[in-house]
C-alpha cells in the first residue's frame, strides 16, 4: 500500500478499541440521557392523551439516527414525529469522527457541506510509538473515491446541524419526551409524564439504554456497563503552536506506559482527544487533568499540551449490548445503537446509524407493508453490522487480557506489553483501513 509522505511523523486520534467480552460488546452510551439531570429547556412535551394518528411514525430519540430518519421520512412525504428525552443539545459531549459512508446518509439528508465546513476532514489515520515512531500509517478520507470525505466534529455541533435542518424542514420534534413504555401490537408510547401517543409505526432510535428495545427483545435485553469510562475534550488549535495542516487533518493514536489516547482535528479551529480509562469516581476536571497529564507524561508531542490546554472534559460510561435475535416486533422497529453494539474501534457506530436510517426511511417510504418493509431492512442490514462488529474485535487481544487491559483500561504496562499491545492494535488497523477494510465500508451506498 502506498503511504502518503507527509514528511514527518504524526500522530492523531480516533476511537478506541475494546475487546470482544462473552458475546457481547463494549459500546458507545455517548448519549445516553441522564435522566436524573437532564430537563426539558422550552421543549414541548408530549401533548396527546391516547388520540391515535394513524399515519405518524413515531421516532424515539433525537440522536444523530432518530434526526436523520425524520429529515428523510418528512422529504418523503411520510408524516413523523421525534420524541426526544433530553433538551436540545444538553449534556452532550466529546466529539466523533463521521466516516465516507455516513456522509453519504448525511448528503442525503442535505447537511453534507456544513457538517464537512464546522468540522476537519480527516485524511490520514496513524499509530504512533511513545517515541513518536509511526508504526503505520493508512490514507483515511478518499473523496476523489468515494464522493465524501471523514469528518472529526464535536458530537454537539453535529446534532446541533442535524436539528436545524429538521426544523427548517418542519419536522415535529418533542424535547423532555422520555418514552418509558411501548404497547402492543407496537403503535402506542407511554411517556414519563403519563401520556401517550399512538401512530401507525414506532422507530426506537434511543441508543444503547433503549425503552423501545425492551418491547421488541420481550423485556429481555439491557445494556451492560463494561467498567470503562471514555474521556475527552478539546481545545483550540491556536494554544498548540508549531502543529501543521497534515498533523491535524489526521487520526493519531498512540499507546504507551498510560495506554491509548488519540487526537486530531475536531470541530474547525480546534484539536479533540479521547482516552479510556477503568471505572473511577469523578474528581474534577482539574484533577482529572493532572492524573492525564502525569499518565500520558512521556507521549509524543502535542499531547501533553493539548490535555494542559483543555478547560473541560466530558465522562461517558461504555455500555454494551448482547446481540438481539430480531430488530423488529410486529409494528415497532429498532435501528442505530438501539438494534446493535458497535464497538468504538470499529469508528463506524454513527455511520452505520446513520446507514440504517436512510435505509428504512426508504423501505418505509416505498412501502405500505410495514412488515415486509422491516424484514428487508434487517436482512440486508445484519449482515453488515456483524462484519463492522467482527472486523473491529481486537483479534489476538481476545487472548491477551493484559494487552486488551493495557489498551482499553490504560494500565500502566512495561516495554514488552507495551511492544504487544502495538503489534496487536498494528494488525487490527491493516484490517479495519487496508484497501479492501476501506473499500467495503467507505464504498458503500444505501440501496
Ligand atoms: C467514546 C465514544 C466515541 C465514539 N466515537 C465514534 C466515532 O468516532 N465514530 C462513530 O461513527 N461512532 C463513534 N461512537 C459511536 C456513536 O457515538 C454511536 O454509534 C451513535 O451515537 C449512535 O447514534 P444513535 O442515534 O443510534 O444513538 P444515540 O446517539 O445514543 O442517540 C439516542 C438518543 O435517544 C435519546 N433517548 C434515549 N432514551 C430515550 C427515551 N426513553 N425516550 C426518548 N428519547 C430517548 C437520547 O437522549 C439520545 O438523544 C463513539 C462512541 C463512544 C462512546
Given at each position: 500500500?502506498?503511504?502518503?509522505?507527509?514528511?514527518?511523523?504524526?500522530?492523531?486520534?480516533?476511537?478506541?478499541?475494546?475487546?470482544?467480552?462473552?458475546?457481547?460488546?463494549?459500546?458507545?452510551?455517548?448519549?445516553?440521557?441522564?435522566?436524573?439531570?437532564?430537563?426539558?429547556?422550552?421543549?414541548?412535551?408530549?401533548?396527546?392523551?391516547?388520540?391515535?394518528?394513524?399515519?405518524v411514525?413515531?421516532?424515539?430519540?433525537?440522536?444523530?439516527?432518530?434526526?436523520?430518519?425524520?429529515?428523510?421520512?418528512?422529504?418523503?412525504?411520510?408524516?413523523?414525529?421525534?420524541?426526544?428525552?433530553?433538551?436540545?443539545?444538553?449534556?452532550?459531549?466529546?466529539?466523533?469522527?463521521?466516516?465516507?459512508?455516513?456522509?453519504?446518509?448525511?448528503?442525503?439528508?442535505?447537511?453534507?457541506?456544513?457538517?464537512?465546513?464546522?468540522?476537519?476532514?480527516?485524511?490520514?489515520?496513524?499509530?504512533?510509538?511513545?517515541?513518536?515512531?509511526?508504526?503505520?500509517?493508512?490514507?483515511?478520507?478518499?473523496?476523489?473515491?468515494?464522493?465524501?470525505?471523514?469528518?472529526?466534529?464535536?458530537?454537539a455541533?453535529?446534532?446541533?446541524?442535524?436539528?436545524?435542518?429538521?426544523?427548517?424542514?418542519?419536522v415535529?420534534?418533542?424535547?423532555?419526551a422520555?418514552?418509558?413504555?411501548?404497547?402492543?401490537?407496537?403503535?402506542?408510547?407511554?411517556?414519563?409524564?403519563?401520556?401517550?401517543?399512538?401512530?401507525?409505526?414506532?422507530?426506537?432510535?434511543?441508543?444503547?439504554?433503549?425503552?423501545?428495545?425492551?418491547?421488541?427483545?420481550?423485556?429481555?435485553?439491557?445494556?451492560?456497563?463494561a467498567?470503562?469510562?471514555?474521556?475527552a475534550?478539546?481545545?483550540?488549535?491556536?494554544?498548540?503552536?508549531?502543529?501543521?495542516?497534515?498533523?491535524?487533518?489526521?487520526?493519531?493514536?498512540?499507546?504507551?506506559?498510560?495506554?491509548?489516547?488519540?487526537?486530531?482535528?475536531?470541530?474547525?479551529?480546534?484539536?479533540?482527544?479521547?482516552?479510556?480509562?477503568?471505572?473511577?469516581?469523578?474528581?474534577?476536571?482539574?484533577?482529572?487533568?493532572?492524573?492525564?497529564?502525569?499518565?500520558?507524561?512521556?507521549?509524543?508531542?502535542?499531547?501533553?499540551?493539548?490535555?494542559?490546554?483543555?478547560?473541560?472534559?466530558?465522562?461517558?460510561?461504555?455500555?454494551?449490548?448482547?446481540?438481539?435475535?430480531s430488530?423488529?416486533?410486529?409494528?415497532?422497529?429498532?435501528?442505530?445503537?438501539?438494534?446493535?453494539?458497535?464497538?468504538?474501534?470499529?469508528?463506524?457506530?454513527?455511520?452505520?446509524?446513520?446507514?440504517?436510517?436512510?435505509?428504512?426511511?426508504?423501505?418505509?417510504?416505498?412501502?405500505?407493508?410495514?412488515?415486509?418493509?422491516?424484514?428487508?431492512?434487517?436482512?440486508?442490514?445484519?449482515?453488515?453490522?456483524?462484519?463492522?462488529?467482527?472486523?473491529?474485535?481486537?483479534?489476538?487481544?481476545?487472548?491477551?487480557?493484559?494487552?486488551?487491559?493495557?489498551?482499553v483500561?490504560?494500565?500502566?504496562?512495561?516495554?514488552?506489553?507495551?511492544?504487544?499491545?502495538?503489534d496487536?492494535?498494528?494488525?487490527?488497523?491493516?484490517?479495519?483501513y487496508?484497501?479492501?477494510g476501506?473499500?467495503?465500508?467507505?464504498?458503500?451506498?444505501?440501496?
Amino acid at each position: 500500500m502506498e503511504m502518503p509522505d507527509r514528511g514527518r511523523g504524526r500522530m492523531m486520534i480516533r476511537s478506541s478499541v475494546l475487546p470482544r467480552r462473552s458475546g457481547w460488546y463494549n459500546n458507545n452510551s455517548a448519549a445516553a440521557p441522564d435522566h436524573r439531570t437532564r430537563k426539558s429547556r422550552g421543549g414541548r412535551v408530549p401533548d396527546e392523551s391516547s388520540t391515535p394518528d394513524g399515519r405518524v411514525v413515531h421516532i424515539v430519540g433525537g440522536g444523530i439516527a432518530g434526526l436523520t430518519m425524520a429529515i428523510l421520512l418528512h422529504r418523503s412525504g411520510v408524516p413523523c414525529t421525534v420524541h426526544e428525552a433530553g433538551s436540545h443539545r444538553s449534556g452532550i459531549g466529546g466529539g466523533l469522527n463521521v466516516a465516507t459512508n455516513g456522509m453519504k446518509v448525511l448528503a442525503a439528508a442535505g447537511v453534507a457541506d456544513r457538517v464537512t465546513a464546522a468540522g476537519t476532514t480527516v485524511d490520514t489515520y496513524a499509530l504512533l510509538g511513545q517515541d513518536g515512531t509511526v508504526l503505520v500509517e493508512f490514507p483515511y478520507s478518499e473523496p476523489e473515491v468515494h464522493g465524501q470525505p471523514c469528518v472529526s466534529l464535536a458530537r454537539a455541533t453535529l446534532l446541533g446541524i442535524l436539528t436545524d435542518r429538521a426544523r427548517r424542514l418542519g419536522v415535529d420534534i418533542r424535547y423532555g419526551a422520555k418514552v418509558v413504555e411501548v404497547s402492543a401490537p407496537g403503535d402506542t408510547l407511554r411517556f414519563a409524564d403519563g401520556t401517550t401517543a399512538s401512530g401507525r409505526l414506532v422507530v426506537g432510535a434511543d441508543g444503547a439504554h433503549s425503552s423501545v428495545r425492551r418491547f421488541v427483545a420481550h423485556q429481555g435485553s439491557t445494556a451492560e456497563y463494561a467498567g470503562l469510562v471514555g474521556i475527552a475534550g478539546a481545545t483550540r488549535v491556536a494554544a498548540l503552536p508549531g502543529l501543521d495542516r497534515a498533523e491535524i487533518e489526521a487520526i493519531t493514536l498512540t499507546i504507551g506506559a498510560g495506554g491509548l489516547l488519540g487526537w486530531g482535528g475536531g470541530d474547525a479551529g480546534t484539536i479533540m482527544w479521547w482516552t479510556y480509562l477503568p471505572h473511577d469516581t469523578d474528581p474534577g476536571w482539574p484533577v482529572t487533568r493532572e492524573k492525564l497529564l502525569d499518565r500520558f507524561a512521556g507521549y509524543p508531542k502535542p499531547v501533553g499540551a493539548v490535555i494542559a490546554n483543555t478547560d473541560s472534559a466530558s465522562r461517558v460510561r461504555l455500555y454494551g449490548v448482547a446481540p438481539l435475535p430480531s430488530w423488529h416486533r410486529d409494528r415497532a422497529v429498532l435501528i442505530g445503537d438501539a438494534a446493535h453494539a458497535v464497538p468504538p474501534t470499529s469508528g463506524q457506530g454513527a455511520s452505520l446509524a446513520l446507514e440504517d436510517a436512510a435505509h428504512l426511511a426508504g423501505l418505509l417510504a416505498a412501502e405500505d407493508d410495514h412488515r415486509a418493509a422491516f424484514a428487508r431492512f434487517e436482512q440486508h442490514r445484519r449482515p453488515r453490522v456483524e462484519r463492522a462488529v467482527t472486523e473491529a474485535s481486537l483479534g489476538p487481544a481476545d487472548g491477551d487480557s493484559a494487552v486488551a487491559a493495557l489498551i482499553v483500561g490504560g494500565l500502566p504496562g512495561g516495554p514488552d506489553l507495551i511492544r504487544r499491545a502495538n503489534d496487536v492494535l498494528t494488525e487490527s488497523f491493516v484490517g479495519l483501513y487496508s484497501d479492501e477494510g476501506r473499500r467495503w465500508k467507505f464504498g458503500y451506498d444505501v440501496p
